[in-house]
């Protein structure tokens, strides 16, 4: 399950950094999550570090981006993978 920022974000600038696979980026009004690129941080972190710092409570999960932990954790291998395959 990809997560998603919804109209109530206030463009706190919070969630961005927080991302570990560089999954949140601005939008054209607001903050945005690439859904191939969100693990909701399995791989990281036990909890996703963005709703975990999000002041107004406004990133819930993505209807349209259903996935399994382990689903998310293939992911998670693949973009790390690439991410390695990139720095070298």
């Known amino acids: 399950m990809a997560l998603m920022i919804t109209d109530e ?10 991302c570990p696979n560089e999954a949140i980026f601005q939008g054209p009004e607001i903050y945005e999550i ?6 909701e941080c399995v791989g990281h972190y036990e909890t996703s570090q963005c709703v975990e710092v999000c002041p107004v409570e406004c990133i819930p999960v993505n209807p ?3 996935e399994t932990k382990a689903e998310l954790m293939q992911k998670y291998e693949r973009l790390t993978a690439e991410k390695a395959e990139s720095t070298e």
């Open 9 to 18: 974000c206030i463009n706190c600038d919070v969630c961005e950094p927080e």
């Open 64 to 66: 349209d981006h259903i």
């Open 34 to 39: 690439d859904p191939h690129k969100c693990t």
